[in-house]
Protein backbone atom coordinates (compact mmCIF):
# COMPACT_ATOMS: atom_id res chain seq x y z
CA UNK A 1 0.00 0.00 0.00
CA UNK A 2 0.78 3.64 -0.39
CA UNK A 3 1.36 4.87 3.50
CA UNK A 4 2.70 7.56 5.33
CA UNK A 5 2.66 7.50 9.03
CA UNK A 6 4.09 9.92 11.36
CA UNK A 7 4.74 10.63 14.82
CA UNK A 8 4.35 12.31 17.17
CA UNK A 9 0.95 14.36 15.94
CA UNK A 10 2.65 17.49 18.46
CA UNK A 11 5.76 18.24 20.21
CA UNK A 12 6.59 21.22 22.85
CA UNK A 13 10.09 21.62 23.57
CA UNK A 14 12.07 24.16 25.28
CA UNK A 15 14.10 27.03 23.25
CA UNK A 16 17.51 24.88 22.95
CA UNK A 17 16.43 21.63 23.27
CA UNK A 18 16.56 19.23 20.40
CA UNK A 19 13.08 17.80 18.68
CA UNK A 20 12.64 14.53 16.85
CA UNK A 21 9.93 13.53 14.46
CA UNK A 22 9.55 9.88 12.86
CA UNK A 23 8.27 8.80 10.08
CA UNK A 24 7.44 5.32 8.31
CA UNK A 25 6.68 4.41 4.73
CA UNK A 26 5.20 1.20 3.24
CA UNK A 27 6.68 1.31 -0.06
CA UNK A 28 9.68 -0.59 -0.06
CA UNK A 29 10.70 0.71 -3.65
CA UNK A 30 10.61 4.79 -2.38
CA UNK A 31 13.86 5.80 -2.78
CA UNK A 32 13.37 10.12 -2.25
CA UNK A 33 12.48 11.36 1.15
CA UNK A 34 11.72 14.79 1.49
CA UNK A 35 10.82 16.97 4.95
CA UNK A 36 8.75 19.89 4.26
CA UNK A 37 8.13 23.33 7.04
CA UNK A 38 4.83 24.62 6.77
CA UNK A 39 3.82 27.78 8.95
CA UNK A 40 0.48 29.03 9.42
CA UNK A 41 -0.92 30.18 6.70
CA UNK A 42 2.09 29.76 4.14
CA UNK A 43 3.29 27.00 1.33
CA UNK A 44 5.08 23.98 2.63
CA UNK A 45 8.87 24.58 2.51
CA UNK A 46 11.17 21.80 1.53
CA UNK A 47 14.03 22.10 4.11
CA UNK A 48 15.75 18.68 3.89
CA UNK A 49 15.93 15.56 2.09
CA UNK A 50 17.26 11.92 1.67
CA UNK A 51 18.18 9.62 -0.53
CA UNK A 52 18.01 6.15 -0.31
CA UNK A 53 21.75 5.66 -1.15
CA UNK A 54 22.73 7.23 2.27
CA UNK A 55 22.17 7.19 5.60
CA UNK A 56 22.55 10.67 6.99
CA UNK A 57 22.23 14.06 5.99
CA UNK A 58 22.57 17.12 7.99
CA UNK A 59 21.97 21.16 7.44
CA UNK A 60 23.32 23.37 9.80
CA UNK A 61 20.91 22.20 12.75
CA UNK A 62 18.76 20.02 10.85
CA UNK A 63 19.68 16.22 10.14
CA UNK A 64 17.53 13.35 8.44
CA UNK A 65 18.66 9.69 8.92
CA UNK A 66 17.22 6.64 6.80
CA UNK A 67 17.10 2.99 7.91
CA UNK A 68 16.06 1.15 4.62
CA UNK A 69 15.50 -2.03 6.08
CA UNK A 70 12.82 -0.86 8.91
CA UNK A 71 11.34 1.88 6.54
CA UNK A 72 11.88 4.24 9.15
CA UNK A 73 13.49 8.04 8.56
CA UNK A 74 13.83 10.90 11.27
CA UNK A 75 14.27 14.86 11.42
CA UNK A 76 16.53 16.01 14.28
CA UNK A 77 16.55 19.59 14.89
CA UNK A 78 19.06 20.47 17.38
CA UNK A 79 19.11 24.04 19.41
CA UNK A 80 15.85 24.99 18.58
CA UNK A 81 14.46 28.20 18.56
CA UNK A 82 10.77 30.09 18.52
CA UNK A 83 10.83 30.49 14.67
CA UNK A 84 11.25 26.42 14.35
CA UNK A 85 7.76 26.67 15.67
CA UNK A 86 5.31 25.27 12.43
CA UNK A 87 4.18 22.39 11.02
CA UNK A 88 6.45 19.48 9.80
CA UNK A 89 5.65 16.73 6.96
CA UNK A 90 7.54 14.16 5.98
CA UNK A 91 6.83 12.77 2.42
CA UNK A 92 8.01 9.46 0.28
CA UNK A 93 8.79 9.29 -3.49
CA UNK A 94 6.53 6.38 -5.03
CA UNK A 95 7.47 5.14 -8.17
CA UNK A 96 4.50 5.01 -10.96
CA UNK A 97 3.93 5.53 -14.63
CA UNK A 98 8.03 5.79 -14.99
CA UNK A 99 8.27 8.70 -12.57
CA UNK A 100 7.26 9.28 -9.22
CA UNK A 101 4.36 10.51 -7.14
CA UNK A 102 4.79 11.68 -3.54
CA UNK A 103 2.75 10.48 -0.34
CA UNK A 104 2.71 12.99 2.72
CA UNK A 105 2.12 12.02 6.18
CA UNK A 106 -0.30 14.05 8.59
CA UNK A 107 2.01 16.27 9.97
CA UNK A 108 3.51 17.15 13.10
CA UNK A 109 2.70 20.48 15.09
CA UNK A 110 6.20 21.88 16.72
CA UNK A 111 6.15 24.25 19.09
CA UNK A 112 9.26 25.43 20.85
CA UNK A 113 8.95 27.00 24.10
CA UNK A 114 10.81 30.24 24.54
CA UNK B 1 9.44 35.76 -9.21
CA UNK B 2 10.37 32.08 -10.35
CA UNK B 3 8.32 29.90 -8.12
CA UNK B 4 5.29 28.18 -8.42
CA UNK B 5 2.14 30.35 -8.50
CA UNK B 6 -1.37 30.28 -8.19
CA UNK B 7 -4.73 31.68 -8.95
CA UNK B 8 -7.12 32.84 -7.16
CA UNK B 9 -5.65 33.17 -3.60
CA UNK B 10 -9.29 32.39 -2.15
CA UNK B 11 -12.42 31.64 -3.84
CA UNK B 12 -15.58 31.21 -2.44
CA UNK B 13 -18.28 29.62 -4.27
CA UNK B 14 -22.25 27.95 -3.92
CA UNK B 15 -22.80 24.18 -3.70
CA UNK B 16 -23.46 23.31 -7.32
CA UNK B 17 -21.12 26.04 -9.15
CA UNK B 18 -18.11 25.27 -11.17
CA UNK B 19 -14.59 26.30 -10.25
CA UNK B 20 -11.56 26.10 -12.39
CA UNK B 21 -8.18 26.95 -10.67
CA UNK B 22 -5.24 27.76 -12.36
CA UNK B 23 -1.43 27.20 -11.24
CA UNK B 24 1.69 27.90 -12.89
CA UNK B 25 4.93 26.04 -12.59
CA UNK B 26 8.49 26.96 -12.30
CA UNK B 27 9.35 27.04 -16.32
CA UNK B 28 12.18 24.64 -16.41
CA UNK B 29 9.77 22.21 -14.17
CA UNK B 30 7.98 19.21 -16.58
CA UNK B 31 6.51 17.43 -13.47
CA UNK B 32 3.50 19.24 -12.02
CA UNK B 33 1.17 18.05 -8.75
CA UNK B 34 -2.29 19.04 -8.06
CA UNK B 35 -2.94 18.07 -3.92
CA UNK B 36 -5.74 18.53 -1.48
CA UNK B 37 -4.87 19.66 2.21
CA UNK B 38 -7.48 20.00 4.40
CA UNK B 39 -6.88 21.36 7.91
CA UNK B 40 -4.40 19.51 10.46
CA UNK B 41 -3.82 17.36 7.49
CA UNK B 42 -0.70 16.62 4.75
CA UNK B 43 -1.26 17.34 1.36
CA UNK B 44 -3.31 14.83 -0.39
CA UNK B 45 -2.04 13.87 -3.67
CA UNK B 46 -4.66 14.18 -6.82
CA UNK B 47 -2.98 14.10 -10.12
CA UNK B 48 0.44 14.96 -11.77
CA UNK B 49 1.75 15.72 -15.08
CA UNK B 50 4.62 15.33 -16.69
CA UNK B 51 4.70 17.96 -19.83
CA UNK B 52 1.56 17.64 -21.19
CA UNK B 53 0.48 13.53 -19.99
CA UNK B 54 -1.77 13.34 -17.09
CA UNK B 55 0.40 10.21 -15.31
CA UNK B 56 -1.99 9.17 -12.71
CA UNK B 57 -5.06 10.69 -10.80
CA UNK B 58 -6.02 9.34 -7.39
CA UNK B 59 -8.84 6.83 -6.73
CA UNK B 60 -10.16 9.07 -4.40
CA UNK B 61 -10.53 11.73 -6.81
CA UNK B 62 -14.13 11.51 -7.95
CA UNK B 63 -15.48 12.29 -11.48
CA UNK B 64 -16.68 16.06 -10.96
CA UNK B 65 -12.31 16.37 -10.50
CA UNK B 66 -10.59 17.09 -13.69
CA UNK B 67 -7.17 18.79 -14.57
CA UNK B 68 -5.21 19.70 -17.70
CA UNK B 69 -1.84 21.17 -18.54
CA UNK B 70 -2.74 21.29 -22.52
CA UNK B 71 0.92 22.72 -23.50
CA UNK B 72 2.90 21.34 -20.93
CA UNK B 73 3.34 24.10 -19.11
CA UNK B 74 0.20 25.94 -16.81
CA UNK B 75 -2.61 23.69 -15.63
CA UNK B 76 -5.73 23.69 -14.51
CA UNK B 77 -7.81 21.86 -12.08
CA UNK B 78 -12.03 22.27 -12.98
CA UNK B 79 -14.02 20.72 -9.64
CA UNK B 80 -17.69 20.61 -11.52
CA UNK B 81 -21.12 20.54 -9.19
CA UNK B 82 -19.27 21.80 -5.96
CA UNK B 83 -19.77 20.19 -2.64
CA UNK B 84 -19.52 21.08 0.60
CA UNK B 85 -17.06 18.69 0.92
CA UNK B 86 -14.55 20.09 -1.51
CA UNK B 87 -13.74 23.14 0.36
CA UNK B 88 -10.00 22.74 1.29
CA UNK B 89 -6.48 24.18 0.15
CA UNK B 90 -5.70 23.22 -2.87
CA UNK B 91 -1.95 22.85 -3.93
CA UNK B 92 0.30 22.97 -7.05
CA UNK B 93 3.64 21.89 -7.11
CA UNK B 94 6.26 21.53 -9.84
CA UNK B 95 8.97 19.07 -9.47
CA UNK B 96 13.11 19.74 -10.84
CA UNK B 97 15.32 17.11 -12.28
CA UNK B 98 16.44 15.99 -8.80
CA UNK B 99 12.78 15.55 -7.34
CA UNK B 100 12.97 18.42 -5.27
CA UNK B 101 9.09 19.52 -5.16
CA UNK B 102 8.02 23.23 -4.38
CA UNK B 103 4.92 24.17 -3.56
CA UNK B 104 2.85 27.09 -4.62
CA UNK B 105 0.62 29.74 -2.36
CA UNK B 106 -2.41 27.25 -2.94
CA UNK B 107 -5.96 28.49 -3.57
CA UNK B 108 -8.46 27.98 -0.52
CA UNK B 109 -11.44 27.31 -1.51
CA UNK B 110 -14.81 27.77 0.70
CA UNK B 111 -17.95 25.82 -0.79
CA UNK B 112 -21.02 27.51 1.05
Known amino acids: GENVEQHPSTLSVQEGDSAVIKCTYS??????FPWYKQELGKRPQLIID?????GEKKDQRIAVTLNKTAKHFSLHITETQPEDSAVYFCAASIPTSGTYKYIFGTGTRLKVLA | DTGVSQNPRHKITKRGQNVTFRCDPI?????LYWYRQTLGQGPEFLTYFQNEAQLEKSRLLSDRFSAERPKGSFSTLEIQRTEQGDSAMYLC??????????FGPGTRLTVL
Open chain 2, 27 to 31: SEHNR
Open chain 1, 27 to 32: DSASNY
Open chain 2, 93 to 102: ASTNYFGEQF
Open chain 1, 50 to 54: IRSNV
